[in-house]
């Protein structure tokens, strides 16, 4: 296991890294333009494609602004002994609609903070490329935003009145009830702007 897309986690002792490096060369190798055909398909045999496209689509319905999508090294990779393919998993959703991830961010190329964008991610910029990734990644990305993401609002709701009554009685509060709804509403109000952004973008 690798946090950050780099840093051992497990089985220290062994210390080997040669499928990371064999994985980041591929990608750090392979042009932007040209035919990418071998590469696609040496790609599927080292990572796993498919979760990697979910992945995407799960940060990009958000948004997020500091992740995997956005070039962030905030993601693991998974060395899986059975299929010696890396499966990447989530990490860090913390910019979740925030100012530094707005309702309008790109589908497509979205980097981060305007000013100090993270280095855009080559797999995400070569893997657009082959049209049947992109339309399974536009096929989740609507899947998961008439899914999941439209239950979202409720769940907002149910956790704001939840704790509602324990921020009014907090001796200590940073803000004010009226601050904490209005907290509440802009992040309703964001996932709302977010559908609609989406389906602008996709024309569905």
Same mark, same amino acid.
């Given at each position: 296991? @690798? ?13 080997? @890294? ?5 994985? !980041? ?11 990418? %055909?071998? +590469? ?34 905030? +993601?693991?990779? @998974? ?18 609609? %925030?100012?530094?991830?707005?309702? !309008?961010?790109?589908?497509?190329? +979205? ?18 490329? +082959? ?74």
């Amino acid at each position: 296991l @690798y946090s950050d897309g780099y840093v051992l986690e497990t089985n220290k002792a062994a210390a080997d @890294y040669s499928h990371l490096w064999a994985l !980041n060369d591929l990608v750090t190798k392979e042009p932007l333009t040209g035919d990418h %055909t071998s +590469f696609f398909v040496k790609l599927e045999t080292m990572l796993d494609v498919r979760t990697m496209l979910r992945l995407t689509a799960a940060e990009i319905v958000l948004p997020t602004s500091d992740n995997w999508s956005n070039g962030s090294a905030n +993601f693991y990779y @998974y060395d899986d002994p059975l299929t010696k393919r890396h499966v990447m998993l989530p990490w860090d959703f913390d910019t979740f609609l %925030t100012p530094e991830s707005p309702p !309008n961010a790109d589908l497509y190329a +979205f980097w981060g903070v305007a000013g100090s964008e993270n280095a855009p991610n080559k797999t995400l910029q070569l893997a657009y490329q +082959f049209p049947a990734w992109k339309k399974e990644f536009e096929d989740t990305l609507i899947a998961l935003r008439d899914g999941p993401y439209r239950l979202l609002p409720a769940e907002v709701t149910a956790v704001c009145n939840q704790i509602r009554p324990h921020v009014a009685a907090d001796p200590n509060a940073v803000g004010t009830i009226g601050q904490m709804d209005a907290d509440c509403q802009q992040i309703k109000d964001g996932i709302a702007a977010r559908i609609m952004y989406i389906r602008s973008v996709l024309g569905r």
